[in-house]
C-alpha cells in the first residue's frame, strides 16, 4: 500500500541557470491537499478487521485507491495463496508455528517511509576556494567555500517544517531497518495522520510563499553576494518548486507465510526461517528502542530533580518535561509486547505530571511547589531504578 500526499520529482536546474522573469500562477504541480481523502478515521482502532488499514494494506490491488494527486493513493499487490503449502503437513505446521509468533505482529503493526526533499539554497564557490588556497600557499583542494544563495529567511520554514516531519515520524514509530522506514504501530496510525499531514500542508503553503517572492529574493541575494552572484546557480520556479516535497508511504510487515515462490519445498522452509528470525531480531530491537526512549526520559528528568553532591540544583528546563509527557503519552501507543507494566508506568506518569510545569518543580521559582516536587521526584526515581536496567544504557 502506498500513499502519497505530494508529487516530488527532482528536476534539477536548468543547464544555463535561472534568469528572474514574472513567477507563474502555478509554477510546480501542487497537491491537492484533502483531509476528506485520508485514509478512513479511527480506523487503527479495528485491528487486521474488515475496514481497518491493516486490512486495506493486505487486500488492495494496484489501480484501486484514491487519485494520485491527492494525500491518499492505496496500491498493493495481493498475495496469491501459496500452493506448495496445500497437501504438505511440514510446511504448514512450519507456518501455524510462524503465524503463533510473529505473524500477530503483521495484523498490529506496519511499515511507514517518510521521504523528505528540499532545496538546500546554498552552493559550494570553487573559484573562491582556489583563491583563498593560493592567498595562503595551500593546495587548491584542502578547503571550500560554501555561500548562501538566497536571504536566510526564505527557507527557513521549509527547513523548519522539514525537521517537524521527521520529529514526529520518529516519535510515532519504533526502528525497523536503516533509512526512514520504520514500524508502525495500529494504534498510532490516525495519530501519525492527524500529525504528519496538516505538516506537510504547512509545507506546502510555505513552498508557494517561497515560489511567490522567489525573484524578489534573488534580486536581494545580488546584493549580498556581490562578485559571487552566478544566475546559473540558480534553477527555475517549475524545478525549485519539484525538488520540495514530502511524502509517506505505508507497506505490511513481511510475513513467512506469504513468501511465494517455484523453488524446493526444504528451499522455502528455508527462506521462511530466514524472514521469521529477521522480523524476531528487528522487533527486539525496536522494542529496546521504545523501552531506552522511556527510560532516557526518565532518567533525564529525575537528573534534573536531584541535587549535586554539592546539594546545588540542576536547572529543569520546560523542554526535559515536555519529553518526558510526550513519552508517557506515545510510549502505549507503540507497546506492541502489550506490557502492562509500562503502560501502568505511563499512566501514572500522565496523573502525576498533569498540569505540571517545570516552574513548579524549580525550588528558586515563585511557582514553586515543594509537595508537587517531593511527588514528582519519588515516581520517578523509583521508575528509573525499573526501567534503566530492562535493556541496559543505550549505547
Not at 205 to 232: C, F, K, S, T
Not at 290 to 302: E, H, L, P, V, W
Request: glycine share 6%; hydrophobic share 35%.
Amino acid at each position: 500500500m502506498t500513499t502519497t500526499q505530494e508529487a516530488n520529482q527532482d528536476a534539477g536546474a536548468n543547464s544555463g541557470g535561472y534568469q528572474p522573469t514574472l513567477v507563474p500562477d502555478n509554477p510546480m504541480n501542487r497537491a491537492a491537499v484533502s483531509p476528506a481523502s485520508s485514509p478512513t478515521p479511527g480506523a487503527g482502532r479495528s485491528i487486521g478487521g474488515p475496514g481497518s488499514p491493516m486490512q486495506d494494506a493486505k487486500n488492495a490491488n494496484p489501480g484501486t485507491g484514491t487519485p494520485a494527486n491527492t494525500i491518499a493513493t492505496m496500491t498493493q499487490n495481493n498475495p496469491t495463496p501459496d500452493e506448495s503449502t496445500i497437501d504438505n503437513p511440514e510446511a504448514e505446521e512450519h507456518q501455524s508455528s510462524f503465524a503463533q509468533g510473529h505473524g500477530l505482529l503483521a495484523d498490529r503493526a506496519m511499515l511507514v517511509s517518510l521521504k523528505v526533499t528540499g532545496w538546500p539554497g546554498t552552493a559550494q564557490d570553487k573559484k573562491v576556494a582556489e583563491d583563498v588556497a593560493e592567498a595562503h600557499n595551500a593546495v587548491a583542494d584542502v578547503g571550500r567555500y560554501s555561500k548562501r544563495l538566497l536571504p536566510k529567511v526564505a527557507t527557513q520554514e521549509i527547513s523548519a517544517l522539514g525537521r517537524a516531519l521527521r520529529e514526529v515520524h520518529e516519535n510515532l514509530t519504533l526502528p525497523w531497518t536503516t533509512g526512514s522506514c520504520r514500524l508502525l504501530p495500529i494504534e498510532q496510525y490516525q495519530r501519525y495522520l492527524d500529525e504528519i499531514n496538516p505538516l506537510i500542508e504547512e509545507r506546502v503553503a510555505a513552498r508557494q510563499v517561497l515560489l511567490d517572492n522567489y525573484n524578489r529574493y534573488i534580486a536581494e541575494a545580488q546584493l549580498e553576494l556581490g562578485d559571487l552572484y552566478h544566475p546559473e546557480e540558480y534553477p527555475s520556479p517549475q524545478a525549485l518548486g519539484e525538488r520540495i516535497g514530502a511524502e509517506y508511504s505505508f507497506t505490511p510487515v513481511p510475513e513467512a507465510g506469504h513468501f511465494v515462490t517455484d523453488l524446493a519445498e526444504s528451499e522455502l522452509i528455508k527462506l521462511r526461517d530466514q524472514i521469521e528470525r529477521q522480523n524476531k531480531a528487528k522487533l527486539e530491537v525496536a522494542l529496546a528502542d521504545m523501552y531506552r526512549r522511556f527510560s532516557d526520559a526518565i532518567a533525564k528528568a529525575s537528573e534534573k530533580l536531584t541535587p549535586d553532591e554539592e546539594g546545588k540544583e540542576p536547572i529543569l528546563r520546560e523542554s526535559v518535561l515536555t519529553n518526558l509527557k510526550n513519552a508517557a503519552a506515545t510510549i502505549p501507543g507503540l507497546n506492541l509486547k502489550q506490557d502492562p507494566e509500562l503502560n501502568q508506568a505511563c499512566e501514572q506518569l500522565n496523573q502525576v505530571l498533569d498540569g505540571v510545569e517545570a516552574s513548579h518543580l524549580r525550588s528558586k521559582d515563585k511557582n514553586f511547589d515543594a509537595e508537587k516536587h517531593a511527588e514528582v521526584r519519588e515516581t520517578l526515581e523509583t521508575m528509573n531504578r525499573k526501567f534503566s536496567s530492562y535493556f541496559g544504557p543505550a549505547e
